[in-house]
């Protein structure tokens, strides 16, 4: 059915269901660049809030007296809402309209942010943080939802480039920004920091951004699909999550990845009967879109899980402060912001396979190549494959985006972008996951006999046991009051056995990501991008 467009709607809604010649506009609203710049302040300070948050965790843990399993569920909250949210936030962007949910998205983010500031308890910023990932996961599908319908599809590739340039500077800016803010204002400055760029955000929203409909958009929603979607998603991260502290094996583990499977199913079958499914299961006889997905996973799988033991190699290795180790890494998000929009280019003139397959190319070969740092390893040595690793990234970010949203129809670019985001989220929660397994095995299997062929001092069963629990993020089991030489000789031992198991972690994620360039062989330029159409004069 065709959407009908009240009068009092004609300003800000329009119909963009089929390739054709662009709406006529006036002024500043609906203009593709301008919409790029008004969604990129929402974007960026949800992707700012995610790096900078973990910065002034310690903090937060001393002024609020919160444990550690506390401080835990400050990110573990806010990611499990924002992977459960992400597929149902993208389809009220296409039944509601993008333009709504990416404003209601912008001040709830900011109000939550303002509330976590204000909150003197740890239970209450917990409870904010699950509200802030709620109100994030309508801004992110939202976000690509609007750049779909408004970019035409030969400017698409180059406005998602400039996107995830936002990102990445974002993302390397959280560390240092949340450093100097803690450091010399408070935690909650890191929260209340968000306020004013929200209100940025809304102003360039309401005066820029232009509610464009599909002409076939949902005209109903899927509840029973929203519920078991929810509850295989949630049942899935929850597991990864807790698997390091319950182990793979235990029966908690086992029971929530059974619930998941089961929930994946049941919502499959209810899909395939739905009259107007959350996801079309449709969508993915797109070897393009389906191939686009697992590319993301297995990127994010890759990425997130190798640098997830990075910044403990930085700081507890290294010795760094949190601004310092964010400063090391800005060969990796500087690359990513450089060539994200070079990427964008690259990929509208040559399509998305060869950019793609390159780019996993180059990030298996940083992982390979971070696999051989030491306690030792230079500054320069790092920087060299944390640069290589940033530019390897930056066209998989790009590419798989498009090929995701731009293969999937116009009236479901918000489920699209969704997944796009969920699938990140599914990679990352499983990287971190398995690659920390593999690292508690490297350091079970070897610390013991590290630490007797050094000659130190034998330990009990249980101080072996907390000892390799530290040793497993590289911290040095150094009684207080121990000899220089004897602290030295601990040392020694629990960096090189951290770094052995970094080893292996990043070796794998280097496996995965040779996987990821051979999935990227059967990615394709969108089919349904020139759908947008969304503006001839840019």
Same mark, same amino acid.
């Given at each position: 059915m065709?959407?009908q467009?009240?009068?009092?709607e ?9 390739p054709?010649?662009?709406p006529?506009?006036s002024?500043l609203?609906g203009h ?18 995610g ?8 903090a937060i ?6 444990s ?5 569920w400050i990110?573990?909250g806010y ?5 459960? &949210?992400?597929?149902?936030a993208?389809?009220?962007g296409?039944?509601?309209?993008h333009?709504?949910t990416?404003?209601?998205g ?10 976590i500031g204000?909150?003197t ?12 990932g709620?109100f ?7 976000a ?7 970019f035409?599809?030969?400017k698409?590739n ?8 936002v990102? $990445? ?5 959280g560390?240092?920004v ?9 935690w ?5 920091i968000?306020?004013?760029?929200g209100?940025?955000?809304l ?5 820029i951004?232009?509610?464009?409909? @599909?002409e076939?958009?949902p005209r109903s929603f899927?509840?029973p699909?929203?519920v078991?979607?929810s509850?295989?998603m949630? &049942?899935?991260?929850w597991?990864l ?5 319950w ?10 990845l059974? !619930? ?11 899909e395939?009967r ?12 797109s070897?393009?879109l389906?191939? $686009?997905?697992?590319?993301? !996973?297995l ?5 997130? $899980?190798?640098?997830f033991f990075?910044t ?9 402060s949190?601004?310092?180790?964010g ?5 990796l ?5 450089v060539?994200s929009?070079?990427?964008g ?10 950019p793609l397959?390159?780019?996993?190319a ?16 230079s500054?320069?040595?790092? &920087? ?9 990234l @930056?066209?998989?970010?790009?590419g798989?985006?498009? !090929?995701?949203?731009?293969n ?5 670019s918000g489920?699209?972008g ?10 990352? &929660? ?8 593999v690292?508690?095995?490297t350091?079970g299997?070897?610390?013991?006999d590290?630490?007797r ?11 072996q ?10 911290i040095?089991p150094?009684?207080?009051g @121990?000899?220089?030489?004897l ?5 020694g ?6 770094v052995?198991g970094?080893s292996?972690a990043?070796?794998?994620?280097g496996?995965v990501?040779?996987?990821?360039? !051979? ?7 969108g ?7 969304g503006? @001839?004069?840019?």
């Amino acid at each position: 059915m065709t959407h009908q467009i009240t009068a009092h709607e004609k300003d800000d809604r329009t119909p963009v269901g089929r390739p054709g010649p662009a709406p006529a506009r006036s002024g500043l609203r609906g203009h593709p660049w301008l919409t790029l710049l008004g969604v990129a302040v929402g974007v960026m300070m949800v992707t700012l809030d995610g790096t900078i948050v973990a910065v002034a965790n310690p903090a937060i843990q001393q002024d609020l007296g919160a444990s550690l399993a506390d401080v835990q569920w400050i990110t573990n909250g806010y990611l499990l809402a924002l992977a459960v &949210s992400l597929i149902t936030a993208g389809k009220l962007g296409d039944r509601f309209g993008h333009r709504q949910t990416f404003l209601i998205g912008i001040v709830g983010f900011a109000a939550a942010s303002a509330a976590i500031g204000l909150s003197t308890g740890v239970e209450l910023v917990i409870g904010f943080r699950v509200a802030q990932g709620l109100f994030g996961a309508l801004l992110m599908p939202a976000a690509l939802g609007l750049l779909r319908a408004t970019f035409p599809a030969e400017k698409l590739n180059m406005a998602i480039g400039i996107w995830g340039m936002v990102i $990445g500077a974002s993302t390397a800016a959280g560390p240092i920004v949340g450093g100097l803010l803690v450091e010399h204002v408070s935690w909650q400055s890191v929260f209340f920091i968000n306020v004013p760029v929200g209100i940025l955000a809304l102003a360039l929203g309401l005066v820029i951004l232009l509610d464009h409909r @599909a002409e076939n958009a949902p005209r109903s929603f899927d509840v029973p699909g929203v519920v078991l979607l929810s509850a295989a998603m949630f &049942s899935l991260v929850w597991a990864l999550i807790k698997a390091s502290e319950w182990g793979w094996g235990d029966g908690r583990t086992l029971l929530f990845l059974a !619930v998941s499977l089961v929930c994946f199913v049941l919502f499959a079958v209810w899909e395939s009967r739905a009259a107007e499914p959350l996801i079309p299961l449709g969508m993915f006889r797109s070897l393009p879109l389906s191939a $686009g997905t697992v590319l993301m !996973v297995l990127m994010a799988f890759a990425f997130m $899980g190798g640098l997830f033991f990075v910044t403990f190699y930085l700081q507890n290795v290294h010795g760094m402060s949190p601004v310092d180790s964010g400063l090391h890494l800005l060969p990796l998000t500087g690359m990513m912001i450089v060539g994200s929009p070079l990427a964008g280019a690259a990929i509208t003139a040559a399509g998305p396979r060869i950019p793609l397959v390159a780019g996993m190319a180059a990030t298996a070969v940083a992982c390979f190549g971070m696999s051989g740092l030491t306690p030792g390893t230079s500054t320069l040595e790092m &920087s060299l494959w944390f640069a290589l690793l940033g530019l390897g990234l @930056a066209p998989v970010m790009v590419g798989a985006t498009e !090929v995701i949203v731009g293969n999937a129809p116009l009236e479901l670019s918000g489920v699209a972008g969704g997944l796009q985001q969920a699938a990140m989220q599914v990679g990352g &929660s499983l990287g971190t996951a398995v690659l920390g397994a593999v690292m508690a095995r490297t350091v079970g299997d070897s610390f013991g006999d590290n630490w007797r062929a050094a000659q130190l001092p034998p330990l009990t069963p249980e101080q072996q046991a907390l000892a390799e629990k530290g040793v497993q993020v590289g911290i040095a089991p150094v009684p207080p009051g @121990a000899p220089p030489k004897l602290a030295e000789a601990i040392t020694g031992v629990a960096h090189d056995t951290f770094v052995s198991g970094m080893s292996t972690a990043f070796t794998a994620a280097g496996v995965v990501a040779v996987l990821a360039a !051979v999935v990227a062989c059967f990615t394709r330029r969108g089919e349904n991008a020139a759908a947008g159409a969304g503006a @001839a004069h840019v």
